[in-house]
C-alpha cells in the first residue's frame, strides 16, 4: 500500500470564515470577466462570438467536476464545512443562482446584440422561420441526404426504456401524437444527434442571400422532424443535453496497473452522473419535468436557452469567416537573439541562460532542441515530463525519433491530467514500442511539473564528460497553447540546476528519499514552506522598518496556509500586489487584515497562465518562475517545481515583462473588492495600457 506523505500546512484556518471566499463562486466570478470580453464593442465582432464560446466551455468544466463534486458531498451528507464557512448544500445553492444568472446573460448578450451585429456583416444563422422557399428546399435535400440516414428515433415504451445519454451530446426530445403501424401511442421519443453530423452547417452563398449564411442542426432536425414518424403528429421537439461528473475514480493505492485502469475507466466518463440538464426554452413543463426525472435532478439543475444547446460548437465559426477585419489582429511571435538562427542550440545554450516569454517569443527553441537532441550524435539522453501535449505533438514525434535512433529516453507521463487521458496513454503506448522509458510518476501525486533534461558528451577542459541541458518551464509541452497562453521558459546548463532537475527525475523514476536541492522549490516537500517563509520574512522585515515587497502572479490562489501569511504580511506593512487571472479566496483592502494587498485579474486576447513569485528579501529581489498555482492540490498532492532566475538580466525582464507591466495594466484589468466582487480599471485617455499588446509590440520580430 502506498502511504502519502505527511506535510503540514502552515497557519491554517488562523482567521475566520468570512476572511475567505468560496472557490465555486470565484469560478464564476472569473467566467463574468470572459464574458465582459464578449461585451465589449472594442473586441473584435467574431472575437465576441469565440468569447461566448469560450465561457460555454469553462462552464462545461466548471459543472462536470467542481458542481459534480458539491453533488456528491451532498448525495454523502458531507458536513465538512470550507475554508469560507459553507457546506456543500449552501454552496451549491449559491453557485445554482450564479450560474443560472451567468447563462441568462450569456444568451442575452448572444440573442440581443452579437448576433444581431453579425447579421449587420453578412454573416447569419438564419432560424427557421425566416427561410425562404429556396432555402427551404436546400435544407431539406441536405437532411434527407445527410442527416436522416444516421438518425435512430427511439420510441418511448415498455420494450424502448429510456436510452443511455451521453455526456453533452445533442438530443432532442419528441412529444407525439396518434398510432403507429403497431397500434402503438406512447407519446414521446428521442433522437439523438450523432456527433458525426456537424452541429453548424454552412449554405451556398446564392442560397442564404449573404456571404456567410449558417443554418443550426437543430433548426434542421425541428422542421423536418416529422419526417422521422410517418402517420403522427409531432406535437413538440426540444433540443435538450445533458452534463455529466466526468471525474475519474481510480483508488490509485489498489491498483496494480493504472494505465490499463484508466483506460478501462474512461468510457465511462461519458455515464457518469447527471449534474445539469440544458434545455431549449420552449420546452413543456411536462418534458422538462420527465427529463429531470430520467436523470435525477431537480428544477434547480435544469438551464432553458434561448438559443443551441451546446454553444461550443460555435467555436470554430470565426475560422470558418474570411474576415480579418473582425478578428484580432494576429502577431509573429519574436525570437530571442541569444539564439542564431542556423546555429547549434547548444552552443547558444552554453554562453547564456536564455529566457523565452510565450507566445510573445516563439516556442520554436524549445522544439527545436529536442529535435536536435534527437539526431545529435553526442546526445546520449533525453527525460522529460508529460503532463498536456496534445494527440498531434511534433515533440512526441522527435522523441519517438530520438528513441529509434538508440538515445536513451525517458519520459514520466501522467497519466490522470484531466481530460488528456487518452492522448496521454496513446503517447505512452507509442514510445514503448520504440523503446523508451516509460513511467508515471509517483501514485497518488500527478507530476504537473514542466522540465526537460538533454544529457550530452561534451569535451570539458580537454576531456570528454557529459554536460546538463535543462528546459523548465511555466506551461504545457504544447505547440498550439504555446501560441494562445502566457508562459515562461527557461533554457540553462547551469551545473546546479542540472543537478536538481536530475534529482526530481530520480525520484519521479526511482525510490530513494527526497535530497536537498541546491535552487529548486519542490511540492510536495519544500515549495510551501519555502512560500511561507519567504511572505513570513517580507513581513518579519516590515516589522523591523525595512522595506518589504511581494508580487506574486497566478492563475488561482486558494491555498489557506499562504493566504494566512499574506493577512500577516499586510497586518506587518508589507505592500502586496496579487495578479490572480481566475479564483482568489483572499480578501483584500479590508482594515486591520489586508489592507496593503491589492488582487487583480487580467483577461484578454491571451490566456494568463505563468506563474511568478517576487519577493524584496532585503534587496536581492528574488524571482521564482512556477508550474504550480497556490492551492491545496499543488502544495501537497502534485510534483511541481518553482525555479529561480539566477542571471540579472533575466531576472530583470521578469519583472519588468511578467509582473509590471501587468501592475500598470488599465485596459484590461479587473480589481478585486474585499467582498469579490471585480471592477474594470478605467483607462486613461492620454495613457492607455494593455500588458498584452505592449509585449506583442515589445517582444515582436
Same mark, same amino acid.
Given at each position: 500500500m502506498t502511504h502519502r506523505i505527511d506535510i503540514p500546512k502552515a497557519g491554517s484556518e488562523t482567521f475566520a470564515p468570512g476572511h475567505y471566499l468560496n472557490r465555486e463562486r470565484g469560478i464564476l466570478a472569473f467566467n463574468r470577466r470572459v464574458l465582459a470580453q464578449a461585451r465589449n464593442a472594442a473586441t473584435p465582432l467574431l472575437e465576441r462570438l469565440r468569447f461566448l464560446c469560450i465561457v460555454s466551455s469553462n462552464l462545461d468544466e466548471f459543472f462536470e467536476i467542481r458542481v459534480a463534486g458539491l453533488k456528491e458531498q451532498v448525495k454523502l451528507n458531507s458536513t465538512? #464545512?470550507?475554508?469560507?464557512?459553507?457546506?456543500? *448544500? *449552501?454552496?451549491?445553492?449559491?453557485?445554482?443562482?450564479?450560474?443560472?444568472?451567468?447563462?441568462? =446573460?450569456?444568451?442575452a448578450l448572444l440573442n440581443e446584440d452579437v448576433l444581431p451585429k453579425l447579421a449587420e456583416q453578412s454573416i447569419r444563422f438564419l432560424r427557421r422561420s425566416d427561410w425562404t422557399e429556396a432555402q427551404r428546399q436546400w435544407v431539406a435535400s441536405y437532411f434527407f441526404r445527410e442527416v436522416m440516414p444516421v438518425l435512430t428515433p427511439i420510441g418511448l415504451d415498455p420494450s424502448h426504456p429510456f436510452p443511455r445519454v451521453l455526456n453533452k451530446s445533442l438530443n432532442f426530445a419528441i412529444e407525439l401524437e396518434g398510432k403507429d403501424a403497431f397500434g402503438r401511442n406512447s407519446g414521446a421519443a428521442i433522437v439523438q444527434a450523432p456527433r458525426v453530423l456537424p452541429r453548424v452547417i454552412r449554405l451556398p452563398e446564392d442560397i442564404s442571400g449573404c456571404e456567410y449564411g449558417f443554418v443550426f442542426l437543430s433548426s434542421i432536425l425541428h422542421a423536418f422532424v416529422g419526417e422521422l414518424f410517418e402517420g403522427m403528429s409531432v406535437l413538440g421537439c426540444y433540443q435538450f443535453r445533458v452534463t455529466r461528473n466526468s471525474d475519474l475514480f481510480v483508488d490509485e493505492e489498489e491498483v496494480k496497473n493504472l494505465r490499463t485502469k484508466i483506460q478501462g475507466e474512461l468510457p465511462q466518463r461519458h455515464f457518469g452522473d447527471g449534474v445539469r440538464l440544458e434545455v431549449a426554452d420552449n420546452c413543456s413543463d411536462a418534458m422538462a419535468n420527465f427529463l429531470l426525472a430520467q436523470f435525477g435532478l431537480d428544477e434547480c439543475d435544469l438551464y432553458r436557452v434561448a438559443g443551441p444547446v451546446n454553444l461550443v460548437r460555435l467555436m470554430q465559426v470565426p475560422d470558418w469567416v474570411n474576415r480579418p477585419d473582425l478578428k484580432f489582429t494576429p502577431f509573429a511571435p519574436g525570437f530571442p537573439r541569444a539564439l542564431q538562427k542556423g546555429h547549434s542550440i547548444f552552443d547558444d545554450i552554453r554562453k547564456n541562460d536564455i529566457l523565452l516569454h510565450h507566445p510573445y517569443q516563439s516556442f520554436s527553441p524549445v522544439i527545436a532542441l529536442i529535435d536536435q537532441s534527437a539526431t545529435d550524435p553526442h546526445v546520449v539522453a533525453i527525460k522529460m515530463t508529460v503532463y498536456r501535449t496534445g494527440t498531434d505533438s511534433v515533440l512526441m514525434q522527435s522523441l519517438l525519433r530520438a528513441a529509434q535512433n538508440g538515445k536513451e529516453v525517458t519520459v514520466v507521463v501522467e497519466l490522470m491530467a484531466r481530460f488528456d487521458e487518452e492522448a496521454n496513454i496513446g503517447w505512452a503506448t507509442k514510445l514503448e514500442e520504440v523503446g523508451a522509458h516509460v513511467v508515471y510518476g509517483v501514485v497518488g501525486y500527478k507530476t504537473h511539473a514542466k522540465m526537460l533534461m538533454i544529457v550530452r558528451r561534451e569535451e570539458i577542459k580537454g576531456r570528454g564528460e557529459l554536460r546538463r541541458y535543462i528546459h523548465l518551464g511555466t506551461g504545457n509541452y504544447h505547440a498550439k497553447t504555446a501560441r494562445l497562453y502566457t508562459d515562461f521558459g527557461l533554457l540553462s546548463c547551469n551545473e546546479e540546476l542540472g543537478a536538481d532537475v536530475n534529482e526530481v527525475f530520480k525520484?519521479?523514476?526511482?525510490?530513494?528519499?527526497?535530497?536537498?536541492?541546491?535552487?529548486?522549490?519542490?511540492?510536495?516537500?519544500?515549495?510551501? *514552506?519555502?512560500?511561507?517563509?519567504?511572505?513570513?520574512? =517580507?513581513?518579519?522585515?516590515?516589522?523591523?522598518? *525595512?522595506?518589504?515587497?511581494?508580487?506574486a502572479k497566478m492563475n488561482s490562489l486558494l491555498e489557506p496556509g499562504v493566504i494566512d501569511a499574506l493577512y500577516g504580511a499586510s497586518q506587518a506593512g508589507v505592500k502586496i500586489d496579487l495578479i490572480v487571472r481566475g479564483v482568489c479566496a483572499l480578501r483584500p483592502g479590508i482594515p486591520g487584515l489586508s489592507e496593503h494587498i491589492r488582487?487583480?485579474? #487580467?483577461?484578454?486576447?491571451?490566456? =494568463?497562465?505563468?506563474?511568478?513569485?517576487?519577493?524584496?528579501?532585503?534587496?536581492? =529581489?528574488?524571482?521564482?518562475?512556477?508550474?504550480?498555482?497556490?492551492?491545496?492540490?499543488?502544495?501537497?498532492?502534485?510534483?511541481e517545481l518553482a525555479f529561480p532566475l539566477l542571471d540579472k538580466k533575466l531576472k530583470r525582464r521578469v519583472i519588468s515583462e511578467g509582473l509590471q507591466t501587468y501592475l500598470t495594466d488599465n485596459v484590461q484589468a479587473w480589481e478585486m473588492d474585499s467582498n469579490g466582487g471585480y471592477h474594470l480599471r478605467r483607462a486613461s485617455r492620454k495613457s492607455p495600457h494593455s500588458a498584452q499588446n505592449e509585449l506583442i509590440e515589445l517582444l515582436k520580430p
Open positions: 465538512v #464545512i470550507t475554508t469560507d464557512g459553507l457546506t456543500a *448544500q *449552501q454552496a451549491l445553492t449559491l453557485v445554482s443562482q450564479d450560474a443560472h444568472a451567468l447563462v441568462d =446573460e450569456q444568451y525520484q519521479l523514476t526511482g525510490l530513494g528519499k527526497a535530497q536537498t536541492l541546491n535552487h529548486l522549490w519542490q511540492a510536495p516537500f519544500s515549495l510551501h *514552506q519555502n512560500i511561507v517563509a519567504a511572505i513570513q520574512a =517580507e513581513a518579519n522585515a516590515a516589522r523591523n522598518g *525595512q522595506r518589504a515587497r511581494i508580487i488582487v487583480r485579474s #487580467i483577461v484578454g486576447r491571451l490566456l =494568463e497562465h505563468h506563474r511568478i513569485f517576487y519577493f524584496y528579501a532585503g534587496g536581492q =529581489e528574488k524571482v521564482y518562475l512556477s508550474s504550480a498555482d497556490w492551492m491545496e492540490r499543488n502544495f501537497f498532492r502534485r510534483i
